[in-house]
């Protein structure tokens, strides 16, 4: 099963803070949702650029990627 990284980007002074709180909604969405996977994170690409990824299977992907709307998204290599 193929599993896709999807990203939000944050850039500012404030990115980091922003990423990291974004995580928290995207595990309130996991557990609403009850998705297949539980993988989020944040990172920090720079002082003002940060991001705040998801994890989901294939299957998964259009539906999720149409409620949330990420930035983009890349394969997820574990």
Request: aromatic share 8%; proline share 4%.
């Amino acid at each position: 099963m193929r599993k896709l990284k999807l990203i939000w980007d944050f850039k500012g002074p404030d990115a980091h803070k922003i990423a990291e709180h974004h995580v928290k909604h995207l595990k309130e969405f996991i557990a609403i949702k009850n998705t297949s996977l539980n993988i989020t994170g944040f990172e920090q690409l720079s002082d003002l650029h940060s991001t705040a990824f998801m994890v989901v299977t294939d299957d998964e992907m259009k539906p999720i990627r149409d409620a949330l709307k990420p930035h983009r998204g890349t394969l997820y290599q574990e």
